[in-house]
């Protein structure tokens, strides 16, 4: 410490100690003040949780069966996050290794995607080719019980886990479909759920992919069915083959895609825009983070129409909704799911769980938000709305996925028996059943890209 001139060493020493004193007095003044309000804190914690200490303690001590200790804990925390959203969920420390699994493309189950529809645990959409889509699950399906557990005021991440389990072991699934009145009984067996997301037509009897819907157009297709740590891989080796084989138009088609991945929708996106805002997420207190385009790898001269229905969520309403914002594609189809939530995987301290827990919003390059709510679920701001909007009967629907279906279980198999993949070429019976995609063929031969001009 510097000395002050004239100042004698117990005249400084004085000092410092009477610095010391005013200081210890101004916290214990702070501190006597803040007292009342602590207090108050402190009762508020108690009064909130205390019905819920007494309950856990009468359980405990006169339950008729004895309990485990943190079996009605782990309940109530679900219970707590149940109140927040669909999507957020208490992860036990026994169910941490299976939902890490499942986002990285693979798990033991039947293949669904489920969200809440008006509260009602639904079907978002079944995986293409799962035990779900062969039994006859359907998109927009309300799902009633499982093995005979009344699901219906469950969350999504609840019933997800009682959907996985040991390979060939069985589900009973009761189901209502939309419009129907009586439910419907379906029983399916557990088995490794491969989500191959991008494929194109099938493939021929020599091994090779179809990808071109219009072979005279040169117009190609890629089906995206979801978004794990792998689709933007499988995605770019699709990209870049059609267009080194001269591609001059290409469908994405987005329909049935329940989502997954943000970074993967953002990667893909980014294969088509330069520079730009793709994606911003905005938390309650607007904290904004932006994700942009770059300039590496972008295919910027290849005409773009993306389809959608109402089972593409998430992370396919990021693709769409953003190259729609930034006018780079056309959007044909029915609108979207409207889920544009960000949930985060927080691991708790001091406990082997986790929670995940929906921390933002997905917010689109135009401002618009994608999530449907209460608020504005009966209003035009949610979910991707088609530039062109080609509805499908039930019939047209029902009819669609059998043929994909049909289509997968070829394409599928190719991977072990070329021949089983001869005549999967499906443009010749595909493209009459299926509105949508020859509605955006149409768009893309109409093009007035110099691609098209220069043929």
């Known amino acids: 410490m510097t000395d002050f001139p004239g100042w004698s060493h117990g005249q400084q020493i004085m000092s410092r100690h009477g610095i010391t004193w005013v200081a210890l007095f101004a916290v214990m003044t702070l501190m006597f003040l803040r007292l009342p309000q602590m207090a108050a804190r402190q009762d508020a914690v108690v009064n909130t949780y205390a019905a819920l200490v007494e309950v856990d303690a009468l359980a405990h001590q006169q339950y008729v069966e004895v309990l485990d200790g943190n079996r009605l804990v782990e309940g109530a925390i679900r219970g707590m996050l149940r109140q927040l959203d669909p999507y957020s969920a208490y992860i036990a420390p026994d169910e941490l290794a299976a939902f890490e699994r499942r986002s990285r493309g693979g798990y033991m189950g039947v293949g669904l995607v489920l969200g809440l529809v008006d509260g009602a645990p639904s079907v978002i959409a079944p995986i293409e080719s799962s035990p779900a889509a062969r039994a006859g699950i359907k998109p927009g399906d309300l799902i009633l019980s499982i093995n005979g557990q009344d699901v219906t005021s469950r969350s999504v991440f609840e019933i997800d886990e009682l959907l996985v389990g040991k390979p060939n072991t069985k589900v009973q699934m009761r189901v209502l479909h939309q419009g129907e009145r009586t439910g419907l009984t379906v029983t399916m067996k557990r088995e490794p759920v491969h989500m191959v997301s991008v494929r194109g037509f099938g493939r021929q009897a020599n091994g090779q992919t179809v990808y071109l819907a219009d072979p005279d157009a040169q117009i190609a297709y890629l089906r995206v069915s979801n978004f794990h740590d792998g689709t933007q891989k499988e995605f770019d080796r699709a990209l870049n083959t059609l267009v080194h084989a001269g591609a001059r138009g290409l469908v994405i088609d ?81 609108r979207s799911f409207g889920k544009g939530s960000v949930q985060h995987l927080i691991h708790l301290t001091g406990h082997p769980a986790a929670v995940k827990l929906t921390t933002a919003h997905y917010r689109l390059p135009d401002g618009r938000f994608i999530h449907r709510n209460h608020k504005n679920a009966l209003t035009q701001n949610w979910g991707v709305i088609p530039d062109v909007v080609v509805e499908l009967t039930e019939e047209e629907r029902t009819a669609l996925r059998r043929a994909r279906h049909e289509l997968d279980s070829a394409f599928l198999g190719a991977e072990n028996d070329r021949d089983a993949a001869a005549g999967s070429d499906a443009r010749t019976w595909l493209l009459p059943l299926d509105n949508q995609l020859a509605r955006a063929i149409e768009i893309l031969k109409a093009s007035p890209n110099d691609s098209f001009l220069t043929q």
């Open 254 to 334: 987005l329909r049935f895609n329940p989502g997954g991945t943000m970074f993967g929708a953002v990667a893909m996106v980014d294969r088509f825009l330069e520079d730009g805002v793709i994606l911003a997420t905005v938390t309650r207190r607007q904290a904004v983070d932006e994700y942009r385009a770059t300039p590496a790898d972008t295919v910027t001269d290849l005409p773009l129409v993306v389809l959608v229905n109402g089972s593409s969520a998430s992370s396919a309403e990021i693709v769409s909704g953003s190259l729609q914002a930034r006018e780079r594609a056309t959007i044909v189809g029915t």
